[in-house]
């Protein structure tokens, strides 16, 4: 048991060699992560930027709507999003066709009707055409 007495400095200066070594090798990612915004500091410049975003995204696509030469109506690369926002009928034209939760999809924003008619199996022209339809003639809330 004496020997172990004997071992404590060798111990000591092995743990202190590692400690260093860690702490050398941390000092990069430490560095790094100084220069990072905070998780608030994002979601604060997210929630300034999130209206922006949206009325920005709205001229984009009140201006490729304008240059469509087959003018202002439904077309397949619309997305959900935007075909829910065209009228307030639209919803339940997709529901009749089997399609109720778009307006609570999460892939809403990105997936275009024609990737929708093609993953549902739906009738993409006959689709269009209920859609167009509403355009035609009087809103749902003036019925």
Known sequence: MA???LLDPLVHALRTS????????????QELLAGLPRPAELRAQQQALSPLLREL?????AAEDLQREDGPGFHARMTIERVLRRHPGAGA??????LPACGGCAVRFDERLEEAAHAYGLDLPRLLAELNNL???PTPSSR
Request: charged content about 20%.
């Open 57 to 61: 995204r709205a001229r984009i696509e």
């Open 135 to 137: 355009l035609s003639g």
């Open 93 to 98: 034209v997709l529901a009749s066709v089997h």
């Open 3 to 5: 020997a172990m007495p």
């Open 18 to 29: 590692i400690h260093a070594r860690v702490v050398a090798a941390l000092r990069p990612r």
